[in-house]
């Protein structure tokens, strides 16, 4: 007869104060909502777009990996770094000003996104990926309602819901444009194992080249005031537009 062992096991008793486990704990919760935002799992319809990817491919210019993941680099620093990011940095701390958020300074911001999408299918996309962040928002306890209501009423893009998602937990700025651009990354490197195609192993080299690169881009995006903000990619706009009339399609963008 086998008989329960009857020996206690000791738990370690910490020695943090309560305050430096609550503030750890609010550290680990900001951390998990941040790993939450850039997953491909959550629910806004990230995985759908290419960018321009695919209407890259359809033309045979980018058929391999290396161009595959030289393009997406070359497009984290040249639009990425220089619009999104930046945006989304200034975003999260206007969020984060007089109790609602400096809504004046963050109607701006969005507006600044609309007005330099160059195709239809782009400002469709962060049109799209905005409203259904915020519905997310709106499911959960992180941005206040009042916030959630601002932000419906701008009818925001999708850096601007990120920022107030991201300005919702104790994370600092940096660490929200790192979960940004990976969640971006990520997406980006799926829309390439599709569209070029790929096998799994290319697509995590992809990656691994993007993450890469991610902290100097945010490094970058971080410096830029309003006036070193920026939208100049005429190959993407040339390449969206042609995906707009595209035959066959796997993106919608």
Known sequence: MITPMTTATTIPTSTESPQARSARAGQDASLMQLM?????ALPIGGFSYSEGLEALVNHKESATEHIASEWLVDQLHLTLARGDLAVVAQAIEAWRKN????LARLSKLNAWVLQTRESSEFRAQTEQMGRSLLEWLRNHTTAT?????ACAQMQPTYPLAFAL???STQADVRDGLL?????W???MTQAAIKSVPLGQSAGQRILSA???EIPAA???AMALNDDGRQAFAPMLAILSARHEVQYSRLFRS
């Open 185 to 187: 990354a990520e997406n």
């Open 179 to 183: 979960a940004f651009a990976f969640g």
């Open 145 to 149: 309602p009042t916030q959630i209501e």
């Open 36 to 40: 939450w935002l850039a997953s491909p």
């Open 99 to 102: 109790d609602g958020g400096d």
């Open 218 to 220: 945010i490094d970058y």
């Open 210 to 212: 993007l993450t890469a």
């Open 165 to 167: 998602a991201a300005s």
